[in-house]
T-cell receptor, first 110, second 117 residues
């Protein structure tokens, strides 16, 4: 059974204080690791997909990396508008569905 | 381009009532999904439809039925609502014909907030 564990559950940062969110996974044959952002009262919004260990992707202040056991979402010099819940999900080789973690709630204070 | 549209946005039901949640996508996607999201539980898959004409159970299918009406529309029905079905429901879609490797990226609607009293 695929498992996705995200840590920490919640993270409070000051504006400009860089940090990382963790997504640990166990899956039989990874066929993609996905990061989503979810704002309160809205649906998840796609950020990145990573497919193989060593792969990195960047978008503005966000950078996602992937190893064989975990993924990190690095946030550099965050701003208050980066406050959201960040979700991680994996797809295995046998199914067309995603298994989601419970998310990390990020709050960036001015 | 509206993406994934869910109706209604909010609904309050009494225990035992039935209702259908509607979902439509305009991205020509083959696959559609229904999730529920509860505090502390994350997103859990209820049912999905890999292609028009097929449906399969997800992690938490009990108490729900689905219909893939056509390629655009995928509905979720609660036949006899229970308080345990109070949740936020999200519909998603993925897999356009020419999407290549990005075919597994799921795009979500804004959600339906359901309370069962």
């Amino acid at each position: 059974e695929d498992q996705v564990t995200q840590s920490p559950e919640a993270l409070r940062l000051q504006e400009g204080e860089s940090s990382s969110l963790n997504c640990s996974y166990t899956v039989s044959g990874l066929r993609g690791l996905f990061w989503y952002r979810q704002d309160p009262g809205k649906g998840p919004e796609f950020l990145f997909t990573l497919y193989s260990a060593g792969e990195e992707k960047e978008k503005e202040r966000l950078k996602a990396t992937l190893t064989k056991k975990e993924s990190f979402l690095h946030i550099t010099a965050p701003k208050p508008e980066d406050s959201a819940t960040y979700l991680c999900a994996v797809r295995n080789s046998g199914y067309s569905t995603l298994t989601f973690g419970k998310g990390t709630m990020l709050l960036v204070s001015p | 381009n509206a993406g994934v549209t869910q109706t209604p946005k909010f609904q309050v039901l009494k225990t035992g009532q039935s209702m259908t949640l509607q979902c439509a996508q305009d991205m020509n996607h083959n696959s559609m999904y229904w999730y529920r999201q509860d505090p502390g539980m994350g997103l859990r898959l209820i049912y999905y439809s890999a292609s028009e004409g097929t449906t399969d159970k997800g992690e938490v299918p009990n108490g729900y039925n689905v219909s893939r009406l056509n390629k655009r529309e995928f509905s979720l029905r609660l036949e006899s609502a229970a308080p345990s079905q109070t949740s936020v429901y999200f519909c998603a879609s993925s897999g356009g014909v020419f999407s290549g490797r990005s075919k597994n990226i799921q795009y979500f609607g804004a959600g339906t907030r359901l309370s069962v009293l």
